[in-house]
């Protein structure tokens, strides 16, 4: 029986619009799933699902990986979810050539279920290193986040990144452009996330703005321009100038509206974080629901977004330095 872990992500800046090449600049955070994986006699699947969230649903279910869970959430995210999973684990089968090995898995995870944390990439790339581990095969990284990316642009339908998929492997700060994904130098930057308990569909929300950028010139010039503001953030990265990380986070926050992916309490919260004085703020991941990033070394936006009718967690959140580990081997 093999344990790993792998950490949930923020979105500094350039989510969606790293979808079409540019770049984009996520940031593992210290929320991780974790994933033990346990190898059966047969070759059936039986996954086992709790903790989904930070205290809100818990989808729980358990026989073949077909079987319908019962639990209330979206079908379409429950869908999601088992679709990673199995993806996830027909990866470590055939890496290790192994077409036919049955297991039993049992996934924890602190990460709200799209909630714009990289719940999904942190399951896939945390399966995929306990179940490569549990066959005797140790797989780099690199390989495991090519192969996690792989499930993540099988279940939505080509429309994913490498983004959340490489920062979780990986751990840190990555840079991300199209097939080009490095690891990138970040100081401590200190990062409140408000959730607003709810969550929004990648699948849906990533092909309405593909939709608006073949209906709107704006809108694909608004791309542009969100890789264009990347640019800049890796300049204030490499300075360490916090103040510019969040005026650009700001301009991201804004451009990302404009691409109809915010929502009300997204906004709500975004402005909350601003008027207690954050250095920036702005939507994190697809958007639609789920969580805002701001920077703030005081305490004043983790007590604005906790007062905030609109949040309903608000923490710190720290850096993760270290990507996917072995828990327990
Ligand atoms: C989702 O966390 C981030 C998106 O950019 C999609 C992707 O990069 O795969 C919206």
Known sequence: ????????????????????????????????????VDRRDDDRLRVHAEDLSLDGFTVEYSGDAGDRPDVAVSESLVEAAMGYVDGAIEQARDAAAEPAVGFDVTIESDIPLGGGLGSSA????????AATRELDVELDREEIADRAYQVEHDVQDGEASRADTFCSAMGGAV??????????????????VGFDGGAG?????????????????????????????????ERALDDGDAAEIGRL???????LSALGVSARRLDEMVWAARDAGAMGAKLTGAGGGGCVVALDDSEGTLTALKYSPACEQAFRADLAREGVRVERD
């Open 1 to 36: 029986m093999v344990t790993a872990s792998a950490p949930g992500k923020v979105y500094l800046f350039g989510e969606h619009a790293v979808v079409y090449g540019e770049p984009a600049v996520p940031c593992a955070i210290e929320l991780r799933a974790r994933v033990t």
């Open 122 to 129: 942190a399951v896939v790339v945390a399966t995929i290193e």
């Open 175 to 192: 840079r991300v452009e199209g097939d080009d994904c490095r690891t990138i130098g970040a100081p401590e930057l200190p990062f409140v």
């Open 201 to 233: 569909d990648t699948g849906e929300l990533v092909a309405g703005v593909r939709s608006l950028k073949g209906e709107y010139d704006f809108a694909e010039t608004t791309v542009r321009t969100i890789g264009d503001l990347v640019l800049q953030g």
């Open 249 to 255: 986070m700001d301009f991201n926050h804004g451009l």
